[in-house]
């Protein structure tokens, strides 16, 4: 099998191929914090599978990496010794896009018109090194085997694959290199201090060394290389931890939190977790994992541990365990009671802190709320336990046309007001009309009114909110009556004779026959004549509607 093979690229990768090429966007520094991050990921799996098999590390060089410019031939090189790939693997990591976000983003790159700057904002992975270069070429052997591939692509439709020379095998005795033929106007990147930049701007907190080589004198490492979760507090500055957050995230906005602390005690660990203040691309993709990664004793496990539960999935960072044992396989951390232990208190430490920035720094507090709030709201079902918390955290858009809370809510409740009261529909600009608001505004009550989808699953069954309970406008039995109206001629009269009353309804009764379960009375209605209302018991037409729209 000496022959070279010709693939094409999955359609994705096409797409994503030629807005790059064709990019005339500058911020192009970015491909080499992916390539040193993919880079480090090869290191952390070798690590990782050699506590299994001692073997595969053998008597090497110490995992690194190497960058390696050469002006002659124009090429920045980006070496590893990690695990490397196979050939089939060269196949499917390089000329596919697996993740889910990546896929969502290519799709909104190409709506977007400056879909480039978000290239910037976002990384797309090895794919991102095509801004820089017209053609790449990456040979790899796998840590343990013998053979060593080549994959090689001028970005177009497809990569060949092919056996590697002599040569080249006798260079790569593990791990991957990626050598990029620079393009003319990315000759920069030849340049020591350009690359010393932009490895202490983005990827200083790889836990790898990463050594420049230059081409003329010795090899000296340009990054610190040590974990900045393992430091202490007092010793790191609001930029160093905006560094940690952009690399561990691979993120280019700033983090809207910032938790940092360690854990003594029965068990011993290390926290340090972000929240972005921008949205990813697949928050609601139903595969979506939380992102945070498990370490233990600077060992890098898994970024699939499910640390946090699933509406704290936007937060981002590390957890590096003391006591964890390091040959624990990821199956077995699912059930492991240590690390229930740690997923519980994390989710705690991470709530109350929401708390307190909501509290301390309500601007930031915003951000992650107009980004997330309709993920942390799914945690109003899911999680009975922080329930309360998480109705206190939450900010609603009520007809006050303010974002709230249930405290400032209930502070402006009115003479006699004891319930909070809601309504749930698919947008705010519709709820705003809707005839169930009449009863409502007719006594100037704030009324919560909800739009996104999780608010029918949260509101379909009963809660309170520092003991009162929260109403929809829409279902039977509220006690609106003992509120007076703002306007005394809206009071119905009492002294109007009710023979009337009993009249209509049997005729309303008659005509709608087995449509409705009853007919009553209302005293919630100004000016629309009538309304249809859930019965109390039953579940809101809201959620009846998203359900019959899923089981479609
Ligand atoms: P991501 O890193 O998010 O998975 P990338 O596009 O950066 O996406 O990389 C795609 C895949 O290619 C990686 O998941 C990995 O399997 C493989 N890969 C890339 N670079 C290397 C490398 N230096 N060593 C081993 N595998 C690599
Ligand atoms: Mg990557």
Known sequence: DTAVHTQPFQAEVSELLHLMVHSVYSETDIFLRELISNASDACDKLRYEAI?????????????????????????????????????????????IARSGTKAFVSKLKEAKDGLGLIGQFGVGFYSAFMVADKIVVISRRAGESDVWTWSSQGGSGFEIARASDEEAARVTRGTEIVLHLKDDAKKYLETYEIERIVTAYSDNILFPI??????GEPRQINSASALWQRSKSELTADDYKKAYQQIASAFDDPAMTLHYRAEGRYSYAVLLFAPSTKPFDLFEPNRKGRVK????????????????????????VVDSEDLPLNI?????????????????????????????????PENFAKIWDAFGAVLK?????????REKLLALSRFTTTSGEKRSLKQVIGDFKPNQTEIYYLVGDSIERLKSNPRLEAATARGIEVLLLSDPVDAFWTSMP??????????????????????????????????????????????????????????????????????????QGPSRELERILSQQNR
């Open 329 to 361: 396989s990821r199956e077995m951390l699912q059930n492991n009671p240590q690390l229930a232990q740690i997923r519980k208190a994390v989710a705690t430490r991470v709530v109350s802190e929401l708390e307190s920035l909501a509290e301390k720094d």
């Open 294 to 317: 498990l370490y233990v004793r600077r060992v890098f496990i898994t970024d699939d541990a499910d640390l946090l539960p699933g509406y704290l999935r936007f937060i981002r960072g």
């Open 211 to 216: 050594e420049l080589v230059p081409e003329d």
């Open 378 to 386: 799914e945690g109003i079902y899911e999680d009975f336990e922080r």
């Open 463 to 536: 809660s309170e909110f520092e003991g009162k309970p929260l109403k929809s406008l829409s279902q039977g039995d509220l006690n609106l009556d003992l509120i007076p109206r703002i306007d005394e001629k809206d009071e119905p009269k009492k002294d109007e004779p009710a023979a009337d009353e009993a009249t209509t309804i049997a005729v309303i009764k008659a005509a709608l026959g087995e449509r409705v379960s009853d007919v009553k009375a209302s005293t919630r209605l100004t000016s629309s004549a009538s309304c249809l209302v859930a019965d109390s």
């Open 52 to 96: 299994a098999s001692p073997a595969l590390l053998g008597e090497g060089d110490a995992l690194k990496i190497r960058i390696i410019p050469n002006k002659t031939a124009k090429t920045l090189t980006i070496a590893d010794n990690g695990i490397g790939m196979e050939r089939q693997e060269l196949i499917d990591h390089l000329g596919t």
